[in-house]
């Protein structure tokens, strides 16, 4: 009986077995290729998050790698050999005493120039000498007189007019040394400020700074610029206060006090009436020449001799400024600041100076607040306002400087700091310096500089915000001129075009689940938001394009065009064979798929986070449509096909027809996961 049973199971098998080979061979194994449709579908999601897996820890890709060419910025030998000369006469004639964050070494300066111009020894000779027989540059003493406070009140309504007063009180040709520290106060109503002692007429001049000793002092050399007026002075006085007479008003103040002594020598603020806590904001210009001396000229003007001398000669032309206006002038305080130009921080000294009297015995109250800094101007035949050419100077040398840096940094250009060596920032700060370029313009040079390099070596887009951040804290669109605004303009535009550029390559560029390129995406998309928020943006580019709706765009376009790609490396073509047709369209439909999870897996958070734009509802919008172009006609057709055919149950389909039937429900399949 067991026996029986278990030959009966073996019919039973191998009947089973007989039945489905038959099957198979009738159905040409349709229902087998059917069920293994699912299980495709799955190994194609694994072998997508396995790619994602490998790509985890491996180097972003390049721009180059993606077809974006960079832009190279090609400077002609004989500007190079220009700037090069132009950097060593800005060591020679270094001026200002160097601060802890700069090099004072003139050979490391040199070394460091030469080695970032890729010159030899025998050119940087040449060219050493041709820096050396140039006219040493004529040193420019800049003060502000800021504003002050807790003056005294002398007028009958508790406050004054207070004005100041500034001049330079020349050092002595012989005697003791007069120099005291630049933070020692001695201040008067007219802020004067002796400068470096001479050191003797018979002393050989071997160097720039003996010759800065042996001028008596700087001429007063006080030019308007069309946004300021410019004024000399620097001690606090009330105009027109005490007995009666309102005092002169500004242009009258102005105007006798002109009259009263060459503008060059004496020059005054302006009169901030009723108050003990004046703001100024004024700027004033002082340099020499060689025909003419400050003491000479005061001398045989008014006969003044010493500080003294010239203290009476500042209330001379005080009382002189008020003759005719019923009323005289109230000394206020004074402050005398040793002028040693040597001394002086390149970087500028920026204090409160507490005011004086006369006389140990003088009662006076307050303080006041003087910016210094020296520059230099060159005889060179144009205005001392037009620093366009400082300006292209310096930014050319920052571009010359971070390319000379990248080119030694072993790493990825878009893991370098950005930061340059202490030779560097010393040439460039000093060219600033002797320029007289302001820390706006100093910064403009600078983003431009870096924003170029990065069109050409990828840098990190947080080192850009960085640079961008500090610019826009900086900036005041009246502080520009024409060509530094179209300047910063025509930056700002390609280096958004270059932004947008990166990311219609954003699938090639920022694959899924590789790190690095995901923190480059973050830092990208955080720098255009930031960006798009700036005040520097909405005045430098008022006409520009929400940044936002330019991505949303941009997105598309890059869409599309990753679109195009994928259609011809899978050859599509509707009037090919319907068999490679469809293939063709299962595989498109398929990468579809994996590109539109990957979106909203990997880049769709970011998109919302940084700049709120819905990554993976534009995209998928877009493809959409462009799937659904491509399946409707060729589908369509097919369908209608397989309607028409005689398939007979009886009979043994032909294997076309069930090959065409597996792929189109295949491609059924694939497209109802797209619309998942």
Known sequence: MLATRGSRRKLEIH????????????????????????WRQENRRMQSLKEEEEQKDRPPPSEAAAGLQPKRVVVSQQERENLYVEVLYTVKHKVGATTSEHSSLVDELNDYTQEAFHFSRDEHQRMMTIASDEKPPIVILNLVVVEASGLEAKDADGFSDPYCMLGIVPGAVSGGDRSTPPGSPRVSRSSHAPPAEEDGEERQLNTHADKLRKHHSFRLSFKRKPESRPSVVSSPSSAGSGGG??????EGHRDSLSHAVPAKFIRATTVKPNTLDPRWEEKFRLDHDDETSVLDAVSKLNEVKGV??????????????RSGSGGQDDFLGCVNISLQVLDIPSTGLDQWFTLEGRTSKSAVQGRI??????????????SEEDTWSEVIQQQKLFELFVKHELSKYRGPSYRWSGELPTPATTILH???VQGDLTELQQAVCRWIAYAEQHQET?????LLLKILKQLNDKFTQDALTYEEQESLAESFKTTLAHCFAVLRKLRKLFPAGNKEAHRKLDSLLKFLAAFSGMEIFRRVLPFQKEIRSEIIQTVKKGCVEWYGRLREQQQLDPSGDDAAVLQSLIKL????????FQAYNHHNQLFMQSVSVPFFATIYKQLEKLVSADIQDTVGRLCSELQNSDIQLSTTPDAMSLTMGTATFELYMATKDLYK
């Open 15 to 38: 009947a089973d077995m007989v039945s489905r080979s038959k099957v198979q061979e009738t159905d040409g194994s349709f229902f087998e290729a059917f069920a293994s449709l699912p």
């Open 245 to 250: 007479g309102s005092g002169c008003g500004r």
């Open 308 to 321: 003294r001398g010239m203290a009476r000669f500042f209330k001379q032309v005080a009382q002189s400024a």
């Open 369 to 382: 607040r003087l910016k210094m800094w020296l520059s230099t101007r060159e005889d060179r035949g144009v």
């Open 430 to 432: 000093q060219h600033a």
């Open 458 to 462: 990828s840098l990190d887009f947080r």
């Open 589 to 596: 439909v398929n990468e579809v798929c994996s590109h539109c």
